[in-house]
């Protein structure tokens, strides 16, 4: 069984840093792209940030040059560098990853729990 636990959401000021951090663990073959994925209330889940397991990040314009993603393959995890936060970044954070589990016939998409993050301005 395959799961993604997130950590370091929380509250902070406009213009704070946070850093999100996403572990998979459990029967794991391989994993191709991981991200991150916000939804504030009464919107859709969005797309923050991806990063493919070679390293290439790509954003969304809305973060882009304030968000920095990273991941460490050798850990399995995925890490989300927040800078000049602002209110509208208001939402719960959801972990994706892309795994091949031991079993399984194919890659499939895992989900984090969320964790939240809410900026005051």
């Known amino acids: 069984q395959v799961q993604l636990v997130e950590s370091g959401g929380g509250s902070v000021q406009a213009g704070g840093s946070l850093r999100l951090s996403c572990a998979a663990s459990?029967?794991?073959?391989?994993?191709?792209?991981m991200g991150w994925y916000r939804q504030a209330p009464g919107k859709q889940r969005e797309l923050v940030g991806a990063?493919?397991?070679?390293?290439?990040?790509n954003y969304a314009d809305s973060v882009k040059g304030r968000f920095s993603i990273s991941r460490d393959n050798a850990k399995n995890t995925v890490y989300l560098q927040m800078n000049n936060l602002k209110p509208e970044d208001t939402a719960a954070y959801y972990c994706?990853?892309?795994?091949?589990?031991?079993?399984?016939?194919?890659?499939?998409?895992?989900w984090g729990q969320g964790t939240q993050v809410t900026v005051s301005s």
């Open positions: 990063i493919s397991v070679g390293g290439r990040p």
């Open positions: 459990g029967s794991i073959l391989s994993i191709n792209a």
């Open positions: 994706h990853a892309d795994i091949l589990a031991g079993g399984a016939p194919r890659f499939y998409d895992y």
